[in-house]
């Protein structure tokens, strides 16, 4: 039995290092992407990094909301997906289009 429990806080430890560096990953990313955003004097090459990093920071937001819930199995849609979508469209610049209702996206 102790066996299995030290093969189970291994598996805890390996999760952890992996969450941490994904999101070291992402956050690497999302730098690069904003410091290339401020080099470019195009505005339009500009704001296609910007609009890169906000996807990506989305994509942050995803996989912070999935990891903090340990009990998958159990997830409630109706909990989970309403707060995820209000995020993800926070990030965007084009934000004013999207409406939500009940949870769904409405793209005006």
Not at 5 to 33: Q, Y
Not at 46 to 73: C, W
């Amino acid at each position: 039995m102790s066996r299995i429990n030290a093969l189970l806080g291994e598996k805890e430890l390996i999760l952890k290092e992996v969450h941490h560096r994904v999101k070291n990953d992402l956050n690497v990313i999302n730098s690069l992407l904003s410091i290339e955003a401020e080099i470019f004097q195009d505005p339009a090459v500009a704001a296609a990094f910007q609009d890169t990093g906000l996807r990506v920071q989305s994509m942050m937001v995803l996989y912070d909301k999935l990891y903090m819930n340990a009990d998958y199995d159990k997830l409630s849609v109706t909990e989970y997906f309403p707060s995820l979508i209000d995020e993800i469209i926070s990030n965007f610049p084009n934000r004013s289009i999207v409406k939500t209702k009940k949870g769904l996206m409405i793209l005006l």
